[in-house]
């Protein structure tokens, strides 16, 4: 449960920033509250209440959510490749509610399996965290001054940086991906503006990831 | 009411994306190449997800270059990622400060 500290904390200030514009979309604190308790991510989230505020069809919400957060595909994939044999079928069931980028940047990190306790802990403390944080920026939150809520938006970043650096310090084949990764992202960012943020990610990810298996494959004993 | 159903399709299909895979793979995967690429993506996408996003996370580009930088020096000496999240906030907030 420790280990869900820092990404509840994070998600309090990225979630308060949530709850600010579900109310400047004419929300109530009630509605967005429930949201964010449903979903757990943040960009899906973001894009559902844009979608709710210009009154979408509903075939668009579906297509937004699956085109953001198909991200959490490929790491519910990854992440079923080291779970404990603890992990039964109702346990995936329901720790799969909890798969976010950052329970899944945390989970990644762990050298040693993965039980339901480990990820129900981080999971519980994550979503109270992330819903508090919607409650409160719904309700009040104009109130922080802004310099305090604009460097609150680093923080999730912040410790991705701390997840991807040490390994990719002492592997230069996680080096090569993450810089390639980031190299696409940027193309992407400012030559490709038409792609979606998400789909963007998922194309960088999955290309610096194709070369990387190709040219630095791992060995049999690793992970 | 139609709010509702909004949301009621938003989790629903949020929560198919990551359970499937999550629950019914069940094999260890055997083949070389697809475990090299699992075994990047966390990375990779992290990676994506950070840059150039982590630029424009504060509304400021020099505050989140300090920030940026922090985090980097941090996690280099391999500190934990409270610590790296909540220095690299600090940084960004500290120097906002100053520049105003």
């Not at chain 2, 966390?42 to 505050?63: D, E, H, K, R, W």
Request: hydrophobic share 55%; with cysteine.
């Amino acid at each position: 449960m420790s280990h869900g500290i820092p990404i509840a904390l994070g998600y309090l200030s990225v979630s308060f920033g949530f709850g600010i514009k579900a109310v400047n979309a004419g929300l109530s604190v009630l509605t967005a509250s429930a949201i964010s308790a449903t979903n757990l991510t943040s960009a899906g989230q973001a894009a559902g209440v844009d979608v709710i505020a210009v009154g979408g069809t509903l075939i668009e919400m579906i297509l937004v959510q699956l085109t953001i957060n198909i991200r959490y595909s490929l790491m519910a994939l990854s992440l079923s490749q080291k779970l404990d044999r603890k992990f039964s079928l109702p346990h995936r069931l329901f720790a799969a509610y909890g798969i976010t980028d950052e329970i899944f940047a945390v989970c990644s990190a762990q050298k040693q399996k993965l039980t339901p306790a480990y990820m129900y802990g981080m999971i519980l403390i994550a979503a109270v965290g992330w819903v508090t944080g919607t409650a409160l920026g719904a309700a009040a939150g104009q109130l922080l001054p802004d310099s305090i809520s604009n460097a609150l938006g680093i923080v999730l970043y912040g410790m991705f940086i701390a997840v991807i650096v040490p390994p990719a310090r002492k592997q230069f084949s996680v080096l090569i991906v993450v810089l390639l990764s980031a190299l696409i992202s940027v193309m992407f960012r400012f030559l490709l503006t038409n792609v979606s943020s998400g789909f963007a990610v998922i194309i960088s990810a999955v290309v610096a990831s194709v070369i990387g298996a190709a040219f630095f494959p791992v060995r049999e004993d690793s992970q | 009411m139609k709010v509702v159903l909004y949301i009621i399709v938003m989790a629903v299909v949020t929560y198919l994306i990551r359970m499937i895979p999550f629950a019914f793979f069940r094999r260890k995967i055997k083949s070389r190449f697809f475990r090299s690429f699992l075994y990047y993506i966390p990375y990779a996408v992290l990676s994506a997800m950070t840059i150039p996003a982590i630029f424009y996370s504060t509304g400021n580009i020099v505050t989140a270059i300090v920030g940026t930088v922090t985090a980097f020096v941090l996690s280099y000496f391999n500190l934990p990622l409270i610590v790296v999240a909540l220095s690299a906030t600090a940084a960004a907030f500290i120097s906002g400060i100053i520049l105003l």
